[in-house]
């Protein structure tokens, strides 16, 4: 029993630890593995050693109440026994005998929930995806997810990564919902989670073809191009740009103070590379460019796990409850008839009990 509190008090410090600094890699640390086995095995021999006990503690409960003294006197022992729900069992009688299995749901319990626990972080599907405006972003069941809107802050400036989705499940239902750091969104079997965030180039391309803008999304190296040949390639994306003593002195920070982009132009002959600004327009292979300011965009983190792993968690939560109930609230009792009257003893200190039951054949009398 020590040893076992000695290790969830381990654990639980090991989690504190990993939730106060921010340290995810601990749950999958050698040491976390060890004392979970640990206390997994120290929670089955608990459990299977109460099984064997259980014998032993009526035989000494039932002795116990036969040795003892008379501490309620009852003429008709036989009907009081019965009116109180008592179940002879050889000599003695007893009452609430499933109590004796209290203690044995609430090992029980904790071994089915660290079992969840494992099957959960050891089954479930982890992909981080990267989601832009408007492009749909399909899932492996059918879900299609399209990213509304993604913002930084709420609307009194505090720092609040949120993103805005639509989702349309394969049953053809459409929901909505968002995603911030603290506050997963569930969709049927994915879990969402907020992870974080970087700036992505945000150009638009308009063509004699189709004069109205298409914005296209850049986190990496691209080609943009109408014949395979004229057009740009874009590189990189820098945070803050300045010039100091004559030179240019760029930053990849992914605060957007003064940024640019880093761009080869190719159109006919020319074939120039360097620093594009937002609000820039380049023409190129009768395409036009438009440059605009950087973006956020969210990185998610989508995880899946079996139904089966939820219908055990719930389980192990539905048994605890029961086994705290049985320990609690529904004590076993042992009774004893003698000349006198009956002796009655509990498997925990029942001085309340008896002095409910003498007041009650006081008001019966």
């Known amino acids: 029993m020590r040893f076992g509190m000695l290790l969830l008090l381990l654990?639980?410090?090991?989690?504190?630890?990993?939730?106060?600094?921010?340290?995810?890699?601990?749950?999958?640390?050698?040491?976390?593995?060890?004392?979970?086995?640990?206390l997994a095995v120290n929670l089955l021999l608990c459990s299977v050693l109460r099984v064997f006990n259980l014998g032993k503690q009526r035989q000494a409960l039932a002795q116990q109440a036969i040795s003892g003294d008379v501490n309620l006197p009852v003429r008709d022992a036989d009907a009081w026994l019965k009116a109180h729900h008592f179940r002879a069992e050889g000599e003695t009688y007893v009452r609430n005998a499933f109590g004796f299995?209290?203690?044995?749901?609430?090992?029980?319990?904790?071994?089915?929930?660290?079992?969840?626990?494992?099957?959960?972080?050891?089954?479930?599907?982890?992909?981080?995806?990267?989601l832009f405006p408007a492009e749909p972003f399909p899932l492996a069941d059918g879900t299609i997810l399209v990213l509304d809107s993604f913002s930084l802050s709420d609307e009194s400036g505090n720092t609040d990564y949120r993103s805005e989705l639509s989702a349309l499940l394969p049953d053809g239902t459409e929901v909505q919902g968002s995603v911030t750091v603290n506050h997963p969104l569930k969709l049927g079997r994915y879990k969402l989670y907020q992870q974080n965030y970087a700036y992505a180039a945000l150009?638009?391309?308009?063509?004699?073809?189709?004069?109205?803008?298409?914005?296209?999304?850049?986190?990496?190296?691209?080609?943009?191009?109408?014949?395979?040949?004229?057009?740009?390639?874009?590189?990189?994306?820098?945070?803050?740009?300045?010039?100091?003593?004559?030179?240019?002195m760029v930053s990849r920070s992914n605060e957007m103070i003064h940024p640019a982009y880093e761009v080869r132009v190719l159109d006919g002959e020319k074939d120039e590379t360097g620093l594009i600004f937002p609000g820039t327009v380049v023409q190129a292979g009768g395409v036009t460019y438009v440059f605009h300011d950087p973006q956020p965009y969210p990185g998610l983190r989508i995880k899946t796990q079996p139904e089966w792993t939820l219908v055990l968690l719930y389980l192990s939560f539905a048994?605890?409850?029961?086994?705290?109930?049985?320990?609690?609230?529904?004590?076993?009792?042992?009774?004893?008839?003698?000349?006198?009257?009956?002796?009655?003893?509990g498997r925990k200190d029942i001085t309340d009990r008896l002095e409910h039951y003498k007041t009650e054949m006081e008001t019966d009398s």
């Not at 639980?12 to 640990?38: E, G, Q």
């Not at 803008?213 to 994306?237: C, H, K, M, R, V």
């Open 11 to 38: 654990i639980a410090a090991l989690c504190v630890a990993a939730t106060v600094l921010d340290l995810a890699s601990i749950y999958s640390s050698w040491y976390f593995i060890t004392l979970f086995a640990l």
């Open 203 to 248: 150009i638009g391309v308009k063509t004699a073809d189709a004069p109205e803008e298409e914005l296209i999304w850049l986190d990496e190296p691209a080609t943009l191009s109408l014949d395979g040949e004229n057009g740009i390639e874009y590189y990189q994306l820098f945070g803050n740009v300045v010039e100091q003593n004559g030179e240019t």
């Open 319 to 345: 048994l605890m409850l029961l086994g705290l109930y049985l320990c609690f609230f529904h004590i076993p009792e042992a009774a004893y008839g003698k000349a006198e009257g009956l002796s009655i003893v």
């Open 101 to 130: 299995l209290g203690s044995f749901f609430v090992h029980f319990a904790m071994l089915l929930l660290m079992a969840a626990a494992a099957c959960i972080f050891l089954l479930a599907d982890t992909r981080d995806a990267v």
